[in-house]
């Protein structure tokens, strides 16, 4: 059996993507929820500062999209790479 890459890729980026949002918006209303989360992201995700701010957030947001879709096509190649060699 083998990943549809297409629905892989879209998958991961909007759960990875909701997360980080969900995260960022409940931090700016209440400031210390998911503040380590939050600085950690800040140190991989060049321009995301963890500020609190709504802007902030979508940076994050857009950041995680991108990433977790890059990371998914990969996670779904491989799987079918070695999926189809396990199987001829």
Known sequence: MKFNLK??????ALMWAG???IVGV???????YG???LMMLA???????ASGTFGDAIVGSLY??????VVGLIFGSLY???AGAKSS
């Open 35 to 37: 503040k380590a989360f």
């Open 43 to 49: 140190s991989i995700y060049p321009g995301f500062a």
């Open 7 to 12: 629905a892989l890729t879209i998958a991961a």
């Open 80 to 82: 079918n790479l070695i």
């Open 19 to 21: 997360a980080v949002f």
């Open 64 to 69: 995680a999209l991108v990433d977790a879709a």
């Open 26 to 32: 409940a931090n700016s209303i209440w400031p210390m």
